[in-house]
């Protein structure tokens, strides 16, 4: 299997969160997430950026 | 409901970024919600109601205009986060309880300062995505773009905004 790059992970990472990843994807990117500080934090982060574009506009959040 | 308006206008101008478009959403929400009070009827929050009828309205607006807007060639400030072999240039460093910035009300200036900044169709691609809930195919079909350029406007919109959130909010 070909070694994942950061570029070629986090490409992986940001369409995980719009179509399922193919299961040769999904192992690639578990094991370089394993290795990889930088692209584990960038997963958390858009994550992140997920739910809180989500509670956009929400009551609780005056203008 | 006029006080609401400021609110709504700002909503709608982040999504469409353009303050024609956005005034003519708020008033067709406006007008919408005055015709059909009787479905308010204080079962929910006001606000919360109309941001309903402006979500369709704001989506209607995509609709009609996104065939006009070019895909953004601004390629090259996203490229250069990574070296030639696709090493991170800066690693992004962990963040803090992030969590907690959800209860701050200035964290969600900063998260639409950085939303403005983003080129217009990816911004309107990451907004139908992330903050109206569409599935990525039906996004695809309403501004008739290919999924695969569909996934590469969101990966472009998620490192932006990773990045100047980076700079503007988690460094501070």
């Not at chain 2, 907690?100 to 639409?112: N, T, Y």
Request: glycine share 6%; hydrophobic share 40%.
């Amino acid at each position: 299997m070909k070694i994942l790059s950061c570029k070629e992970a986090s490409q992986l990472i940001s369409q995980g969160l719009d179509r399922r990843l193919g299961f040769a994807e999904r192992v690639g990117l578990r094991l370089h997430l394993l290795i990889c500080d930088g692209c584990t934090n960038f997963s958390k982060q858009v994550k992140f950026l997920r739910r809180a574009v989500a509670r956009l506009g929400r009551p609780a959040e005056k203008p | 409901m006029e006080s609401e308006r400021a609110y709504l206008m700002r909503y709608a101008s982040l999504q469409l970024r353009d303050a024609h478009a956005a005034e003519d959403a708020v008033q067709e929400t406006l007008v919408a919600a005055l015709a059909g009070q009787a479905g308010f009827g204080g079962r929910s929050n006001l606000r919360t109601w109309l941001t309903g009828i402006l979500k369709h309205k704001i989506v209607d607006a995509i609709r009609r205009v996104s065939r006009d807007i070019p895909a953004p060639t601004d390629e090259g400030e996203l490229e250069a986060l990574f070296e030639r072999r696709g090493h991170w240039v800066e690693m992004p460093a962990a963040w803090e309880n992030p969590d907690q910035s959800l209860e701050q009300k200035q964290f969600f200036s900063a998260l639409e300062e950085c939303l403005a900044r983003l080129p217009v169709k990816s911004a309107q691609v990451f907004m139908m995505r992330e903050h109206l809930g569409y599935e990525t195919g039906d996004i695809c079909k309403e501004l008739d773009v290919t999924p695969t350029h569909c996934w590469v406007l969101l990966y472009r919109a998620r490192l932006a905004l990773r990045e100047c959130l980076q700079k503007n909010w988690f460094s501070k």
